[in-house]
Every structure is written in C-alpha cells, then in structure tokens.
C-alpha cells in the first residue's frame, strides 16, 4: 500500500526556517510530479510549490525567494525548505504525489495526511 509521510513541523518565529519532507513508500513503479500544498484556517488549500521528475520547479507567488523544493527521487523523497517564514504562512503543509504503483497502468493522486506549520509573530 503506497502512502506518503510528511515530517518536520513545528512551530518557529519569524524570520525563521523549517525543513519539510515527504517519503512516500510501498510498492511504487514511478513518480512523476511532487508537490506541496497547504492549507490555513478558513481558507482554501492552495499550491505552495512543486517538481517534476526532471527537476523543473513552480512556486506560488507568495513563498518566491523564500521557499525552495527539491527531491530524491532514489529516496522517493521531497523537500521543502522555507526560509524568512511570516506568520502568514501557518498553516498545514500536505505533499502530493501524482504516482504510479507497481503493477498498475495508471498514474494516481496521492496525498499525506499533513504537518502543522506554526510561525510566530
């Protein structure tokens, strides 16, 4: 059974950073785009940033210059490392993968349960 794991939430002042991961594990043939999105109180979930397989990366105009993603692909693993957090970035951050499980012709949409992320003012 394929899942994705997201780790590295917490809480941290302003001007400070967080190293979000996602692993995603079981029995997977590929992976093709990775992402990551979140979700405040009382809003809508939204694209936060994302990667191809190549390597190609997209980022919301919000976290440009701020936020960077990258991914192990040997590791099945994506990174977000945001850096000079505003408290308008609280919110829960969930990973997404559009993936293809072995044995299966199709890719699916995948998604972690979610990692509160807390910025202090």
């Known amino acids: 059974q394929v899942q994705l794991v997201e780790s590295g939430g917490g809480l941290v002042q302003a001007g400070g950073s967080l190293r979000l991961s996602c692993a995603a594990s079981g029995s997977i043939f590929s992976i093709n785009a990775m992402n990551w999105y979140r979700q405040a109180p009382g809003k809508q979930r939204e694209l936060v940033a994302g990667?191809?397989?190549?390597?190609?990366?997209n980022f919301a105009d919000s976290v440009k210059g701020r936020f960077t993603i990258s991914r192990d692909n040997a590791k099945n693993t994506v990174y977000l490392q945001m850096n000079s957090l505003k408290p308008e970035d609280t919110a829960v951050y969930y990973c997404?993968?559009?993936?293809?499980?072995?044995?299966?012709?199709?890719?699916?949409?995948?998604w972690g349960k979610g990692t509160l992320v807390t910025v202090s003012s």
């Open positions: 997404y993968a559009d993936l293809r499980p072995s044995g299966r012709s199709k890719y699916m949409p995948y």
């Open positions: 990667i191809t397989s190549g390597g190609s990366t």
